[in-house]
């Protein structure tokens, strides 16, 4: 399916230190979208990177996209506790997002 | 600029009985969509529009769920009636056209007693 499933489930470090996600998926895509949601709250879109593009940066955050092997990484270097969320990936294809069910982010002091 | 709004932030209801949450999306954006978030997994789509016209409803329960969105601006969605299985939160995102990026609102977190 298109769905990306996003691992580790669950990913716990120390502030300061770099955390990384990785989404993986099925199908072909036109982009891929990364998004955050802290607790009780709504989604935050972070960054989209597209088919043709391997890698993007915006701030501390760094995306990466294989196609060839259906699969991204969203890294967050020098983690801070407002980065504790849950971050989600979303691969897209014609027109639908269609979300795994994340990577719950702990940042500890 | 201002942002998704949804109301109410908040319900609890019985199961069977009604319910209708409403989305104002950004303005100028064309495309609207509902997400059901349940605890524990990322959102699933439920219905997509573009401007008064549905795009895909293929996950939308459509015996006990019903949107619109008549003036192709704002939306309401209902659950009628519902399950304890519909407690989850309602996400309602609206984007500038199909394959943009998507702008989510604060949610409407149900709880079905």
């Known amino acids: 399916s298109q769905q990306g499933e996003e691992d580790p489930q669950a990913l716990s470090i120390q502030e300061g230190e770099n955390a990384t996600m990785n989404c993986s998926y099925k199908?072909?895509?036109?982009?891929l979208q990364w998004y955050r949601q802290n607790s009780g709250r709504g989604l935050v879109h972070l960054i989209l990177i597209r088919s043709n593009e391997r890698e993007k940066h915006s701030g501390r955050l760094r995306v990466t996209l294989d196609t060839s092997k259906k699969s991204s990484s969203l890294l967050i270097t020098a983690s801070r506790a407002a980065d504790t969320a849950s971050y989600f990936c979303?691969?897209?294809?014609?027109?639908?997002?269609?979300f795994g069910q994340g990577t719950r982010l702990t940042i500890n002091p | 600029e201002a942002g998704v709004a949804q109301s109410p932030r908040y319900k609890i209801i019985e199961k069977r009985q009604s319910v209708a949450f409403w989305c104002n999306p950004i303005?100028?954006?064309?495309?609207l969509y509902w997400y059901q978030q349940i605890l524990g997994q990322g959102p699933k789509l439920l219905i997509q529009?573009?401007?008064?016209?549905?795009?895909?409803d293929s996950q939308l329960p459509k015996d006990r769920f019903s949107a619109e969105r008549l003036k192709g601006v704002d939306s309401t969605l209902k659950i009628q009636p519902a399950k304890l299985e519909d407690s989850a939160v309602y996400l309602c995102?609206?984007?500038?056209?199909?394959?943009?990026?998507?702008?989510f609102g604060p949610g409407t977190r149900l709880l079905v007693l």
């Open positions: 199908t072909s895509i036109n982009n």
């Open positions: 529009f573009q401007n008064n016209g549905v795009v895909d």
């Open positions: 303005s100028g954006h064309a495309t």
């Open positions: 979303a691969p897209q294809g014609a027109q639908k997002l269609v």
């Open positions: 995102a609206s984007s500038l056209g199909q394959g943009a990026d998507q702008y």
